[in-house]
């Protein structure tokens, strides 16, 4: 009787929760936010563009983009 229950189990095919698509985004995710953090370092101004601007909107985009690929079906 076990045998047959073990049987059925390995035939059905595993439902992951997220698809190949959903990671990828998440993978493209963490590499903006990683980006972004790049862009903060350095050894120009404290208020430079880059630094307070374009730094914050690139990790902020990258979240986003996190966040959407977690709630894309």
Do not use: C, H
């Not at 936010?33 to 985009?61: C, H, S």
């Amino acid at each position: 009787m076990a045998q047959k229950n073990i049987e059925k189990t390995e035939s059905q095919p595993e439902n992951f929760v997220f698809g190949k698509a959903n990671y990828r985004l998440m993978l493209i995710g963490i590499g903006v936010v990683i980006l972004g953090f790049i862009l903060m370092i350095g050894e120009t101004e404290i208020y430079d563009f880059r630094k307070t601007i374009l730094a914050p909107i690139v990790v902020l985009a990258g979240f986003t983009l996190g966040f959407f690929a977690i709630l894309n079906k």
